[in-house]
């Protein structure tokens, strides 16, 4: 499978903490990007990285991509309770197929 | 506002009874996705359309079927659902193929 694995499968945090999830895939890629995914929703697309891109930030977001290793990390700063979701890595591999491929997510909930 | 509308958003069919899952959007994609989302997992492809152009996955069950009359339009046939095949649906479009999906709010479907 070429799915990737996210860590921790599940993160409980109290509102005003950080948050940090980590993502490991597989295969090289062209980017990796970061989903967001309200219970009983879509997905609603956060940010992407190219692969010759080392760090993004976006709001109170920052993603890291290490291609060396094949993983990418998200942090949320100042964690507020409308941040409770699950998260979702999805790569693009670079043999140019069009297609994303999500990762496990990871389920965050904010403690207020 | 652009966006990727789905209906239903909730589906009921019996087994074995044919039902249509819909899928519209505004954004003047080229590229439109349908994914399988089960609970607690990841979404899974099951085909895309690039512009006219079909892409069925190699592990898509011949009962799920698609048609793209037109570029606004997107349709999931499912010919004989099964109880394995009750799960959300979603619709994604892109502007470029394996850059930012724009995801519709989903069909949640159940079997019966």
């Known amino acids: 499978s070429q799915q990737g694995e996210e860590d921790p499968q599940a993160l409980s945090i109290q509102e005003g903490e950080n948050a940090t999830m980590n993502c490991s895939y597989k295969t090289s890629i062209n980017n990796l990007q970061w989903y967001r995914q309200n219970s009983g929703r879509g997905l609603v697309h956060l940010i992407l990285?190219?692969?010759?891109?080392r760090e993004k930030h976006s709001g109170r977001l920052r993603v890291t991509l290490d291609t060396s290793k094949k993983s990418s990390s998200l942090l949320i700063t100042a964690s507020r309770a409308a941040d409770t979701a699950s998260y979702f890595c999805a790569t693009e591999s670079n043999f140019g197929n069009e297609k994303l491929t999500f990762g496990t997510g990871t389920r965050l909930t904010i403690i207020p | 506002d652009a966006m990727v509308i789905q209906n239903p958003r909730y589906q009921v069919t019996q087994f074995g009874k044919p039902v249509t899952l819909s899928c519209s959007q505004t954004l003047n994609h080229n590229v439109m996705y349908w994914y399988q989302q089960k609970s607690s997992q990841a979404p899974k492809l099951l085909f895309h359309?690039?512009?006219?152009?079909?892409?069925n996955e190699a592990d898509t069950p011949d009962n799920f079927q698609s048609r793209r009359p037109n570029t606004s339009f997107c349709f999931l046939d499912i010919r004989s659902p099964g109880l394995g095949d009750a799960a959300m649906y979603l619709c994604a479009t892109s502007s470029v193929a394996g850059e930012t999906q724009y995801f519709g709010p989903g069909t949640r479907l159940l079997v019966l």
């Open positions: 359309y690039y512009d006219k152009d079909f892409n």
């Open positions: 990285i190219r692969s010759n891109e």
